[in-house]
């Protein structure tokens, strides 16, 4: 079972939670861009039906998507900011980009994009659902080579979380990609080949840290669902406001 986005349209003008057996919380993101899977920034609210509140929706003017979430009170996160920014692992990342790159400042960005608009899906479009969910860990950097011009850009991990037909959680390193401008007019070449040659070096030492994680998070534990949750998954506040450019969180459902 992959990562998809969730949807729920059309929607009255007020949602209305009512009490469902182990639903304590009913959260409503409003995304800027016109579909909630183009991450971004956005504002969260959340109704615990414990409290038997309402969920005002937005004016059409305020929020160009929406993402509803029904939240029970067995589910699990997993904060992917958190993971990906663990000292060991970051460091790990800045020796395998080589001297010449710099990371600009912490934290790693985590964020997702469709399968569909991955860098990699040229290479393999079969190999995932156009609409599935790829979670991406974002490097921006700066390159300085000895007597030639400076470039700047971004370099993409990209983790695909899914179950297996078991239940059981998996996190797998697919690909990377990078984007730079800078280094004209002469040196874009060798700037282009040396983070070629540089960037798979990060996947080992990521699956490895991964791996590491899943291990201590889901040894021997089975799950029904996954999804991901713009933000750190909170449960709390009213429009507050959060970009799933830079935060992002796995949850999931344990198995009956």
Same mark, same amino acid.
């Given at each position: 079972?992959?990562?998809?986005?969730?949807?729920?349209?059309?929607?009255?003008?007020?949602?209305?939670?009512?009490?469902?057996?182990?639903?304590?919380?009913?959260?409503?993101?409003? !995304?800027?861009?016109?579909?909630?899977?183009?991450?971004?920034?956005?504002?969260?609210?959340?109704?615990?039906?414990?409290?038997?509140?309402?969920?005002?929706?937005?004016?059409?003017?305020?929020?160009?998507?929406?993402?509803?979430?029904?939240?029970?009170?067995?589910?699990?996160?997993?904060?992917?900011?958190?993971?990906?920014?663990?000292?060991?692992?970051?460091?790990?990342?800045?020796?395998?980009?080589?001297?010449?790159?710099?990371?600009l400042a912490l934290p790693l960005r985590a964020s997702y994009v469709t399968w569909a608009r991955a860098e990699l899906r040229d290479a393999e479009p079969e190999r995932h659902q156009d609409w599935e969910l790829l979670v991406t860990v974002n490097v921006d950097f700066h390159l300085c080579l000895d007597w030639r011009s400076d470039a700047g850009g971004t370099i993409v991990y990209y983790?695909?979380?899914?179950?297996?037909?078991?239940?059981?959680?998996?996190?797998?390193?697919?690909?990377?990609?990078?984007?730079?401008?800078?280094?004209?007019?002469?040196?874009?070449?060798?700037? !282009?080949?040396?983070?070629?040659?540089?960037?798979?070096?990060?996947?080992?030492?990521?699956?490895?840290?991964?791996?590491?994680?899943?291990?201590?998070?889901?040894?021997?534990?089975?799950?029904?669902?996954?999804?991901?949750?713009?933000?750190?998954?909170?449960?709390?506040?009213?429009?507050?406001?959060?970009?799933?450019?830079?935060?992002?969180?796995?949850?999931?459902?344990?198995?009956?």
């Amino acid at each position: 079972m992959a990562i998809s986005p969730t949807w729920t349209l059309p929607l009255p003008e007020r949602l209305r939670p009512t009490r469902i057996c182990d639903v304590t919380v009913v959260s409503l993101y409003e !995304f800027e861009h016109d579909q909630p899977d183009k991450a971004g920034w956005f504002r969260a609210s959340h109704v615990s039906l414990a409290a038997a509140g309402t969920l005002h929706l937005p004016d059409l003017e305020q929020a160009r998507s929406l993402l509803v979430r029904v939240r029970l009170d067995d589910e699990q996160l997993l904060d992917l900011g958190a993971l990906f920014n663990e000292e060991a692992l970051v460091s790990r990342l800045d020796r395998a980009l080589g001297k010449d790159v710099r990371r600009l400042a912490l934290p790693l960005r985590a964020s997702y994009v469709t399968w569909a608009r991955a860098e990699l899906r040229d290479a393999e479009p079969e190999r995932h659902q156009d609409w599935e969910l790829l979670v991406t860990v974002n490097v921006d950097f700066h390159l300085c080579l000895d007597w030639r011009s400076d470039a700047g850009g971004t370099i993409v991990y990209y983790v695909f979380f899914y179950l297996d037909e078991e239940g059981a959680l998996h996190g797998e390193v697919e690909g990377g990609s990078f984007a730079f401008t800078g280094g004209y007019p002469f040196d874009t070449g060798e700037i !282009f080949r040396g983070l070629e040659k540089n960037l798979p070096r990060g996947f080992a030492p990521l699956q490895a840290h991964l791996d590491q994680t899943i291990a201590g998070f889901a040894t021997e534990r089975r799950f029904s669902e996954i999804y991901l949750l713009p933000g750190r998954g909170e449960k709390r506040g009213r429009r507050r406001w959060g970009s799933a450019d830079k935060q992002v969180c796995l949850a999931l459902l344990p198995a009956e």
